[in-house]
């Protein structure tokens, strides 16, 4: 049995990219006529697919060249649930990494979730800024009438209006999550379904915890450590 690492939006901060909340975060800024909240949708996707690719293009996929930092380097050896979709973790080395919420560098074809599906390469090396959202449209397939299933692409990430499933790996994390020695959650706000699930699994077990992050919430656990520090200044004292 091993510890197992949880990470979040606080981990890539050293990267340069955005946390979710904060002031430039992903989730306080949405396009000129929505929220990111009502963005993040497969509704969205659905029925305007325009204003949702340029906006996760715009968000998301402008941070795919960024690189690993001290952190992921440190966990490059370890078991690693992340809710991040940067990639950071892979490109630090770690082989067997679930990014339970998806990639920024994959797509998936337009499919009924649940389904079995490949993840593919995505295109964005093919999009022409100087016209991006009629470049997005025709990369991913999109035709007026709307994204058409088994033809056009979708980003792989997992929005708010979908559930995790097996393309995800969340069966992987979860027999990780049981089977671990210890969770230690590094840089989450405990604010997505994955960290719930995570605290219910290690109460029902009685696996200990460890809360890393500046401003740690307060979780329900009756044997938690807390560590109000960046994930950076935690794995400083570890070594």
Known sequence: MSTLYITGAGVSAESGIPTFRGEDGFWTIGSQNYTPQQMATREMYKTNPSEFLTWYYKRFVTYRNCGPNDVHHWL?????????????????????????????DHVTLFHTQGQDIDCLAAPWDQVDESNLTESLLSIFKIPATGPEKYVSLKPFVLLF????????????AQNKMKNAAKIVFMGTSFSVNITQMA???????????????????????PDVTYHAMTALEYISKQD
């Open 76 to 104: 490059a050896n370890k078991d690693v649930v992340t809710q991040n979709i940067d990639g950071l973790d892979g490109k630090a080395g770690n082989t067997d990494y679930i990014p339970i919420h998806g990639r920024i």
């Open 161 to 172: 209006d979908e559930f995790y499933t097996d393309l995800y790996r969340v069966s992987a």
């Open 199 to 221: 605290l219910d699994i290690a109460r029902q077990n009685r696996i200990p915890i460890e809360v890393v992050d500046p401003s740690p919430s307060h979780v329900l656990h």
